[in-house]
Nanobody, 124 residues
Framework: QVRLVESGGGLVQAGDSLRLTCTAS????????TAWFRQGPGKEREFVAG????????YYADSVKGRFAISRDNAKNTVWLDMNSLKPEDTAVYYC?????????????????WGQGTQVTVSS
């Protein structure tokens, strides 16, 4: 099974940018649809962005559309989430997730594999 490890979280100010990285091991990332989810304080985990192969197969939550961009390099077994114009409401633990195949889903229950999460805090 694939193993996912996130990195790149931190404390930033509103309006700043941040890049999160998800590195996969044990299995080729090309076999999986990958996504980023987040869970803010007192909130349920929610879908942020997901993709299968490239920019033409990327999906975004309305709350981040136009500000966040998901990308991947299957040769490097890596997925990135570039976050721009960050807002305090983006504060959350961000998780990388994967599910076998190419099917898109926003439901966390559809994802088999998860990283440990990385904290992003945006101050106002």
């Amino acid at each position: 099974q694939v193993r996912l490890v996130e990195s790149g979280g931190g404390l930033v100010q509103a309006g700043d940018s941040l890049r999160l990285t998800c590195t996969a091991s044990r299995r080729p990332l090309s076999l999986y649809f990958t996504a980023w989810f987040r869970q803010g304080p007192g909130k349920e985990r929610e879908f942020v962005a997901g993709n299968w192969r490239g920019a033409d197969s990327a999906y975004y939550a309305d709350s981040v559309k136009g500000r966040f961009a998901i990308s991947r390099d299957n040769a490097k077994n890596t997925v990135w989430l570039d976050m721009n114009s960050l807002k305090p409401e983006d504060t959350a633990v961000y998780y990388c997730a994967a599910r076998p195949g190419s099917a898109y889903s926003t439901h966390q229950s559809d994802y088999n594999y998860w990283g440990q999460g990385t904290q992003v805090t945006v101050s106002s």
